[in-house]
């Protein structure tokens, strides 16, 4: 069972409003993720983070922005947000192990609709 | 650059079995992965197989890795409709990164 959140699971909310997503993990791991996912179901790397005060951009340009000040939060923010920041928002944290591979853990997901 | 490419959709009667497909571009990846996303969920790990293995075997899960071709494949016998979801193939190139690229996803639709 995977020990990582999201909150909220969905959230309808209007253009122009600052939103911040939460993710938190209770496993210790060092690297957390954003990724965003497109209806067409493909996954987009939007941000990372290697432990606390490091943050970095992923693949896909985004305008949010994430901070990592403690291990186990990693929350991404909108500061105005517009209708084509709708999307699904999935966070994941992972633990490397060289012996086993690295296993990603994801939270549940936010479905969130800018109108 | 870094690619990983998978068929869109996949559609098999309840009882037989499934085959999804993933190519890959980068040979360096040391294991390779298989997730799930059930509907309204995150991804879930599957199985992986490390990288110098041809086959892996784990209950109805079957991975097969053919690395001169950089394919990778995972059967599901006996699809159940509880398969039915998106699986998505993954590695980790060896870039000191520690960055997943995941394909492309495939939706698997069980027909009872």
């Known amino acids: 069972e995977a020990d990582i959140y999201q909150t909220p699971r969905y959230l309808v909310i209007g253009t122009g409003k600052k939103i911040t997503l939460e993710c938190s993990q209770t496993?210790?791991?060092?690297?957390m993720y954003w990724y965003q996912q497109d209806p067409g179901m493909e996954l987009h790397l939007i941000h990372y983070s290697y432990g606390v005060n490091s943050t970095e951009k992923g693949d896909l340009s985004s305008e949010s922005t994430v901070s990592r000040i403690r291990t186990e939060h990693f929350p991404l923010t909108l500061e105005s947000a517009r209708p084509s920041h709708t999307s699904q928002y999935l966070c994941a944290s992972t633990l490397t192990d060289g012996a086993m591979g690295t296993e990603a853990f994801f939270g549940q997901g936010t479905r969130l609709t800018v109108v | 650059g870094e690619d990983v490419e998978q068929s869109l959709f996949l559609s098999v009667r309840e009882g037989d079995s499934s085959v999804i497909n993933c190519t890959y571009t980068?040979?360096?990846?040391?294991?390779l992965y298989w997730y799930k996303q059930e509907p309204g969920a995150g991804l879930q790990l599957l199985t992986y197989i490390f990288s110098n293995m041809d086959m892996k075997q784990d209950q109805r899960l079957t991975v097969l890795l053919n690395k001169k071709d950089k394919h990778l494949s995972l059967r599901i016998a006996d699809t159940q409709t509880g398969d039915s979801a998106i699986y998505f193939c993954a590695e980790i190139p060896f870039s000191g990164t520690y960055k997943y690229i995941f394909g492309t996803g495939t939706r698997l639709k069980v027909l009872a």
């Open positions: 980068d040979s360096s990846s040391t294991y």
């Open positions: 496993m210790g791991h060092d690297k």
